[in-house]
């Protein structure tokens, strides 16, 4: 019914940035919180940062004055400014949407995940 398609991962140095993007297809008829997660190789998947319908913002202490996250209610698409990357950042980025859809089910769904690998 919906799916989510998450871009912008690669390789990057430490110290640079990377801007990834994710946008939501199919019946969709509005969405409420948008979000990003990321698993490292052997940990548990974890909280990156989370944006309201009406912009509030939450952040992992990780990553606090480090990472931006913004969405576009009008083409349903949540991003992720990254900079002053680490390598401790290395992992896969999971985007995630709580979508209410047009057969008025409401739902969270998930990216495939895209690779970020912060290395010099």
């Known amino acids: 019914q919906v799916q989510l398609v998450e871009s912008g991962g690669g390789l990057v140095q430490p110290g640079g940035s990377l801007r990834l993007s994710c946008a939501a297809s199919?019946?969709?008829?509005?969405?409420?919180?948008m979000g990003w997660y990321r698993q490292a190789p052997g940990k548990e998947r974890e909280l990156v940062a989370t944006?309201?319908?009406?912009?509030?913002?939450n952040y992992a202490d990780s990553v606090k004055g480090r990472f931006t996250i913004s969405r576009d209610n009008a083409k349903n698409t949540v991003s992720l400014q990254m900079s002053s990357l680490k390598s401790e950042d290395t992992a896969v980025y999971y985007c995630?949407?709580?979508?209410?859809?047009?057969?008025?089910?409401?739902?969270?769904?998930w990216g495939r995940g895209t690779q970020v690998t912060v290395s010099s």
């Open positions: 199919g019946r969709v008829l509005d969405i409420n919180g």
């Open positions: 944006i309201s319908r009406v912009g509030g913002t």
């Open positions: 995630t949407m709580t979508v209410f859809t047009s057969t008025f089910q409401i739902s969270d769904y």
